[in-house]
């Protein structure tokens, strides 16, 4: 699929509480990946590196002020896949269900190894670790296909952007709330990652077409569609209230349209319970 369509990065500091250090995340799939992450050949000289995995780790299920998540929520995490992106997994419905708080230790020696990375590259790290936890400790098996998806665009809209230009990265931040986002100094990759998890777009990830390299302050508000548990979305109660739709247009001069593109589609081939700790 198109590559800014599925990246990701993330930082946390170590010792990890996985479940929270996946909540983002980072780096692009490529076809076919299976667990653990493939390595490169060996050679007659030196043998294949073994993937970084934690040096200790354990599963419980929640307690009450646990923070967690379902295990597809991890095996998203863990291949990059957007939290909110439906459908993009496919596997048994348990995973949907089991809820699991996992506390991961990296070894000293990965651990000081992450100091120095990138976000970028400590994402990766990350979720090579938790690839390899779920390969031992749930006997996960997956793939990738490639399928078609439905995505959208984010364009710009008639009469150009509305968005102001700051570029003073440094005060760079952005927040989500039921209705609104807000960000300072942020760039068009920030917005589309918090427009993702907005209910409205309904899981689908966002393909960033407006040319806009800077970075930008913004004021976003609109109302919710309600929910309806049987037809999807409802209409909204207050026919002169802005969609986030029509709110995207009017406020900030862009545009969201429905478009299908190529994605890959993660397939669970075998998955079992946690062993024990």
Not at 166 to 194: F, M, W
Not at 256 to 261: D, F, N, R
Request: glycine residues 8%; contains cysteine.
């Amino acid at each position: 699929m198109p590559q800014n369509a599925i990246e990701r990065s993330n930082h946390h500091s170590l010792p990890l509480l996985i479940a929270a250090a996946f909540i983002a995340t980072a780096s692009s799939l490529a076809p076919c990946q299976t667990t653990p992450v493939p390595t490169p050949p060996a050679t007659a000289s030196s043998p294949p590196p073994l993937p970084p995995a934690y040096e200790v780790a354990t599963i419980k299920p929640p307690g009450p002020n646990d923070y967690h998540m379902p295990l597809r929520g991890y095996i998203k995490a863990s291949f990059g896949i957007p939290g909110n992106a439906a459908g993009w997994v496919i596997g048994p419905d348990w995973i949907n269900s089991a809820q699991y708080v996992i506390h991961g230790k990296p070894p000293d020696a990965i651990r000081d190894a992450m100091q120095t990375m990138t976000p970028a590259e400590r994402g990766k790290t990350e979720q090579a670790m938790m690839q390899a936890l779920l390969a031992d400790r749930f006997q996960l098996k997956a793939h990738f296909e490639t399928r078609e998806m439905p995505l959208y665009q984010l364009t710009l809209a008639k009469g150009g952007s509305k968005l102001k230009e700051n570029s003073d990265a440094s005060k760079g931040r952005a927040s989500l709330g039921a209705s609104r986002i807000r960000g300072t100094a942020v760039p068009i990759r920030a917005l589309l990652e918090l427009l993702e998890g907005t209910p409205d777009i309904g899981g689908r990830v966002i393909i960033d077409k407006t040319g806009l390299t800077g970075t930008y302050d913004l004021d976003l508000k609109w109302t919710p569609l309600e929910p309806n548990a049987s037809t999807g979305p409802a209409a909204l109660p207050n026919p002169d209230s802005a969609t986030l739709f029509t709110a995207i247009q009017e406020q900030l001069g862009l545009k969201l349209t429905p478009t299908k593109g190529p994605g890959q589609v993660l397939i669970i081939d075998h998955i079992e319970r946690p062993s024990e700790n």
